[in-house]
């Protein structure tokens, strides 16, 4: 008598279906999985939210969710562009499937040394990573949200004393031809803002970033533009969209500008 494992099963999900239509997505949604992030100093250790999908076609009936999961668990190197770019060829080779897409969101973590005691500590930020096949292209997006701080230029000049500041996120969402650091993607936005952020500060630090960010007024239009020069005079990037959000100190309701396009060279 076979053993209960041995016993062959019917595959469902490969029957055909009479009703014709075709599935743009289908996959899993929301997968809680570690992994290790390429970094400058080696990779850093996340717990990521997962989502993989395929186009189911027409006259299948469905697809093999599980197998969504062995190839995820199969990444043998720390996710960056290269790895997610095979990582995606894989999962289309196991389910057999011409388009699909990978999206992986996760907490990344740069030690920094605070700008006058030195200070150690993790600051933390959010990142996205994408890759896609469609129409036989291949795309792979790399997204970074980074806290920072922005004092108001206009604030500055009208008044006799002060000015209002505020935390802004910076977003960067690059389409990217060669592997870049999420280190570099952050001190890009880093660069543009009044001033960046640090998870401990003592007081002579407080004095430098209170200083800093009054002596470098930005408006989000500021913000926005200065990133988008740096973004394309970089030959890593081969198109952009940068996002400033300002969470206004003195309104109840954010600023925001946002400014998408192409390295001038890219294509």
Same mark, same amino acid.
């Given at each position: 008598?076979?053993?209960?494992?041995?016993v062959?099963?019917?595959? &469902?999900?490969?029957?055909v279906?009479?009703?014709?239509?075709?599935i743009?997505?289908?996959?899993?949604?929301?997968?809680?999985?570690p992994?290790?992030?390429?970094?400058q100093?080696g990779?850093v250790?996340? &717990?990521?939210? &997962?989502?993989?999908?395929?186009?189911?076609?027409?006259?299948r009936?469905?697809?093999?969710m599980s197998?969504?999961?062995?190839v995820?668990?199969q990444?043998?190197?720390?996710?960056g562009r290269?790895?997610? $770019?095979?990582?995606l060829?894989?999962?289309?080779?196991?389910?057999?499937?011409?388009e699909?897409?990978i999206r992986?969101?996760?907490?990344?973590?740069?030690?920094?040394?605070a700008?006058v005691?030195?200070v150690?500590?993790?600051?933390?930020?959010?990142?996205?990573f994408?890759?896609?096949?469609?129409?036989?292209r291949?795309?792979?997006?790399q997204?970074?949200?980074?806290?920072?701080t922005?004092?108001?230029?206009?604030?500055?000049?009208?008044?006799?004393y002060?000015?209002?500041?505020?935390?802004?996120h910076v977003?960067i969402?690059?389409?990217?031809?060669?592997d870049m650091?999420?280190?570099a993607?952050?001190r890009?936005a880093?660069?543009?803002a009044?001033?960046?952020?640090?998870?401990?500060?003592?007081r002579?630090d407080e004095?430098?970033?209170?200083e $800093?960010?009054?002596?470098?007024?930005?408006?989000?239009?500021?913000?926005?533009?200065?990133?988008?020069?740096?973004?394309?005079?970089?030959?890593r990037?081969l198109?952009?969209r &940068?996002?400033?959000?300002?969470?206004?100190?003195?309104?109840?309701?954010?600023?925001?500008?946002?400014i998408?396009?192409?390295?001038?060279?890219?294509r």
């Open positions: 008598m076979n053993a209960p494992e041995h062959p099963l019917p595959d &469902v999900q490969s029957a279906d009479a009703r014709n239509i075709a743009n997505r289908v996959g899993v949604k929301g997968l809680r999985y992994l290790l992030v390429a970094s100093t990779a250790s996340t &717990v990521a939210l &997962v989502d993989m999908f395929v186009a189911l076609p027409a006259e009936k469905g697809t093999h197998r969504f999961i062995q995820l668990q990444l043998g190197k720390p996710l290269e790895s997610l $770019r095979d990582l060829t894989e999962m289309l080779r196991q389910l057999d499937a011409s699909g897409s992986v969101q996760c907490p990344f973590f740069i030690s920094k040394v700008p005691s030195g150690q500590s993790l600051m933390d930020y959010e990142v996205v994408e890759a896609s096949q469609s129409n036989g291949l795309q792979v997006r997204k970074v949200v980074v806290p920072v922005s004092l108001c230029p206009c604030s500055k000049e009208i008044s006799d002060g000015a209002h500041n505020q935390r802004s977003s969402d690059l389409e990217l031809g060669a650091p999420i280190e993607q952050v890009i880093e660069d543009a009044s001033c960046e952020l640090w998870s401990v500060l003592k002579s004095k430098y970033v209170t $800093r960010a009054y002596d470098n007024p930005k408006f989000v239009e500021d913000t926005v533009r200065d990133i988008a020069i740096a973004l394309r005079r970089d030959p990037v198109a952009f &940068v996002e400033s959000e300002n969470f206004e100190a003195i309104h109840n309701h954010s600023a925001y500008a946002l998408e396009g192409e390295r001038r060279d890219a």
